[in-house]
């Protein structure tokens, strides 16, 4: 059995950014050598969040609209209230996403559709520099 693990970093302005990390994904995967397996792919960070989509501006365009509605920026937070940075429905929206993203590897590829690709949604206020790793288990 193989494991093998690599990061790389993101910058983002934030602001609910969508972000495709796709390509370096399968690129790591594919440098792992491992065929059939699984990977995980994780960003640290509580304001961010990874998952798949179809990477297209109108998508990108309805998924800030329902994270405004589900976790609305100007909504009161208790996390506002005690630490004062604004950020509480990115800590919110990122809770709801999660952080990390477990795939299939087949053939050497994370097992993905024609029309999804893996994204780092980054809901902070602020730019931020992401550290997002992959790691993948297998043969």
């Given at each position: 059995?193989?494991?093998?693990?690599?990061?790389?970093q993101?910058?983002s302005?934030?602001?609910?950014?969508v972000?495709?990390?796709?390509?370096?994904?399968?690129?790591?995967v594919?440098?792992?050598g491992?065929?059939?397996?699984?990977g995980?792919?994780?960003?640290?960070?509580s304001t961010a969040?990874?998952?798949t989509?179809?990477?297209?501006?109108?998508?990108k365009?309805?998924?800030?609209?329902?994270?405004?509605r589900?976790?609305?920026?100007?909504?009161?937070?208790?996390h506002?209230?005690r630490?004062?940075?604004?950020?509480?429905?990115?800590?919110v929206?990122s809770?709801l996403v999660?952080?990390?993203?477990a795939?299939?590897?087949?053939?050497g590829?994370?097992?993905?559709?024609?029309?999804q690709?893996?994204?780092?949604?980054?809901?902070?206020?602020?730019p931020?520099r992401?550290?997002?790793?992959?790691?993948?288990?297998?043969e």
């Amino acid at each position: 059995m193989t494991v093998s693990r690599a990061s790389f970093q993101v910058s983002s302005p934030g602001e609910t950014e969508v972000i495709d990390i796709t390509e370096r994904v399968v690129a790591i995967v594919a440098e792992s050598g491992v065929r059939e397996g699984i990977g995980l792919v994780a960003v640290a960070g509580s304001t961010a969040a990874v998952t798949t989509v179809e990477f297209e501006p109108g998508l990108k365009e309805d998924l800030r609209a329902a994270f405004e509605r589900l976790a609305p920026r100007r909504g009161r937070y208790g996390h506002d209230a005690r630490w004062g940075d604004g950020n509480g429905y990115a800590h919110v929206r990122s809770s709801l996403v999660g952080t990390s993203l477990a795939f299939p590897v087949t053939a050497g590829r994370p097992a993905l559709g024609t029309w999804q690709q893996v994204v780092l949604v980054d809901f902070d206020n602020k730019p931020r520099r992401r550290e997002v790793t992959v790691t993948v288990v297998g043969e």
